[in-house]
């Protein structure tokens, strides 16, 4: 079955190259488009697309707080958000990722790009380049805090490798980089991802990524 696509952006030029380039793609079929946040979330209702294709600054309601709505807490329904961002990396890219966001795409990537993103979302698996991880968050490093905060009770939870693991994948490290610092198998570390994820009720890595940060687990701009 195609991957439902729902284009949420309040430049109409932008929303028909977008479709233009999904829909020369057999696997992907955009359902719908959307001006703003509050049209994004009738649409949502209405069409259920598997992935949004959301923008953040838009007018009566921004990305930010569409997708808190459509992903956010208590939201069980199908829809994974994919952000779309200036190549200056917005600041509210950080807080779409809070929200419940999958990852974020720059406006001006190629085409390809965008299909792949598509296609990564709509598995469940995050967007979000390592190195690319590393660089918003500590770009945005005044929106997280300073890491003297006292430890979250859930870290306890975690085993001292599934610990490595989370600084490791916080720091950009993709899984392969993340085997080859710890002398493990790829599968070994998509298997404590998959236990770390589960053990801090996080949606993704990029959650993940995000949470090591607050919790003071991973400072920013630690090597």
């Known amino acids: 079955m195609a991957i439902r696509v729902l284009l949420v952006d309040d430049q109409p030029l932008l929303r028909t190259g977008f479709r233009m380039i999904l829909e020369a793609e057999q696997d992907l079929a955009v359902v719908g488009e959307a001006g703003d946040g509050l049209q994004a979330l009738d649409q949502v209702r209405a069409l259920q697309p598997d992935v949004v ?12 707080e569409a ?10 329904g199908p829809a994974k958000v994919l952000v ?7 600041e509210y890219v950080v807080e ?3 929200a419940g966001a999958s990852g974020f795409l720059l406006k001006d990537a190629p085409a390809n790009e965008l299909v792949q993103a598509i296609r990564v979302v709509a598995a469940g698996e995050a967007m979000l380049a390592p190195s690319v991880t590393r ?9 997280l805090p300073s890491g003297e905060e006292p430890v979250p009770d859930a870290l306890h939870t975690l085993t001292d490798r599934e610990v490595e693991v989370l600084k490791l994948v916080a720091r ?3 899984n392969a980089e993340v085997a080859a610092d710890l ?3 790829e599968t070994t570390v998509k298997t404590h991802v998959g236990h770390v994820l589960t053990k801090l009720g ?14 003071g687990l991973v400072r920013p701009g630690a090597q």
Do not use: C, N, W
């Open 202 to 215: 996080l949606r993704d890595r990029v959650q993940a990524a995000v949470y090591a940060y607050e919790s």
């Open 183 to 185: 002398f493990v198998s």
């Open 53 to 64: 294709l959301m923008d953040i600054r838009m007018p009566r309601m921004d990305g930010v």
């Open 96 to 98: 779409a990722l809070r």
């Open 135 to 143: 660089r918003l968050l500590d770009k945005y490093a005044t929106h």
């Open 67 to 76: 997708t808190r709505q459509i992903t956010g807490p208590g939201r069980d």
């Open 84 to 90: 779309l961002t200036t190549f200056d990396l917005d």
């Open 172 to 174: 950009g490290l993709s």
